[in-house]
T-cell receptor, first 111, second 113 residues
Framework: QKEVEQDPGPLSVPEGAIVSLNCTYS??????FMWYRQYSRKGPELLMYTYSSGNKEDGRFTAQVDKSSKYISLFIRDSQPSDSATYLC???????????FGTGTRLTVIP | DGGITQSPKYLFRKEGQNVTLSCEQNLNHDAMYWYRQDPGQGLRLIYY???????QKGDIAEGYSVSREKKESFPLTVTSAQKNPTAFYLCASSSRGLRTEAFFGQGTRLTVV
């Protein structure tokens, strides 16, 4: 079983829609969760990171962690064409410093 | 500005040659990683290092080698033994501290000609 599983998509939505991106993970060791955005031919950029269960909000982005079901989500409100990118979820096991990624979900926001 | 710098951005290699990709960070991070990204396959871990002078193989280490002589630097050598080296290579680093984050460089696109 992979450490992090992510639906590769692709996902297409109209401008202004709410986008929901999801990952599941295995192993419940002490760990952080991160979301990255990657534009074509660029390195991934860190969008959000969180440790605890619950929601963390940053502008139009909300990261959600449900440790009981081992589910992590990223919500994008009022999606814009500039949000079109591949989104990667990741978990970092602290102490061991093992970094695991999902395969990424390709998102297209249509004007 | 703190960050991770990968060089070069584009690299062309003839078959049978070894090439070395550079990765430098000034974030004072302990751990560094090399990933390979192919279309539709996500990130695959090549090697990682948690401290200086120590590194471990990832999922696809065959045909690659690394060194970690300094905390700031983690170069990756793509050897002639790597059968399909054309790919996008990404370096990352992460901290062990209270604020645990991982950051990426901008990548090196390697093409075998």
């Amino acid at each position: 079983q992979k450490e992090v599983e992510q639906d590769p998509g692709p996902l297409s939505v109209p401008e202004g829609a709410i986008v929901s991106l999801n990952c599941t993970y295995s192993n419940s060791a002490f760990q952080y969760f991160m979301w990255y955005r990657q534009y074509s031919r660029k390195g991934p950029e860190l969008l959000m990171y969180t440790y605890s269960s619950g929601n963390k909000e940053d502008g139009r982005f909300t990261a959600q962690v449900d440790k009981s079901s081992k589910y992590i989500s990223l919500f994008i409100r009022d999606s814009q064409p500039s949000d079109s990118a591949t989104y990667l979820c990741a978990k970092l096991q602290t102490g061991a410093n093992n970094l695991f990624f999902g395969t990424g979900t390709r998102l297209t926001v249509i004007p | 500005d703190g960050g991770i710098t990968q060089s070069p951005k584009y690299l062309f290699r003839k078959e049978g040659q070894n090439v070395t990709l550079s990765c430098e960070q000034n974030l004072n991070h302990d751990a560094m990683y090399w990933y390979r990204q192919d279309p539709g396959q996500g990130l695959r871990l090549i090697y990682y290092s948690q401290i200086v002078n120590d590194f471990q193989k990832g999922d696809i280490a065959e045909g690659y080698s690394v060194s970690r002589e300094k905390k700031e630097s983690f170069p990756l050598t793509v050897t002639s033994a790597q059968k399909n080296p054309t790919a996008f290579y990404l370096c990352a680093s992460s901290s062990r501290g209270l604020r645990t984050e991982a950051f990426f460089g901008q990548g090196t696109r390697l093409t075998v000609v």
